[in-house]
């Protein structure tokens, strides 16, 4: 089982990120106490207001969500699509 602290992980962050043509990452850490996900932009969409909306915080650029009690199963099935249709709706009115 392998664990990574808080440190090493932020690491993993930064190498999603830095995938070229990648406008908007989201890295998903299983917690002993739930789940946080780490949001990253490099557009102008405001990853602070997406974070707000699930009762997480940060920055335009940089922002993450902590889920108490909650699963990777629960983030694939009603976080994630949640946060993919953000996107494409930002982008959709951006254009």
């Known amino acids: 089982n392998l664990e990574l602290d808080d440190f090493e992980s932020d690491g993993l962050v930064r ?21 946080s996900l780490n949001l990253r932009s490099r557009n102008d969409f405001d990853v602070s207001l997406l974070a707000t909306s699930f009762g997480g915080g940060g920055h335009k650029k940089a922002s993450g969500i ?30």
């Open 15 to 35: 190498e999603g990120h830095s995938l070229k043509g990648c406008l908007f990452s989201v890295f998903i850490k299983e917690r002993s106490d739930g789940i």
């Open 66 to 95: 902590k889920l108490k009690n909650c699963n990777l199963q629960t983030v694939e099935k009603e976080i994630l699509p949640k946060i993919i249709e953000s996107y494409k709706n930002w982008r959709k009115n951006e254009n």
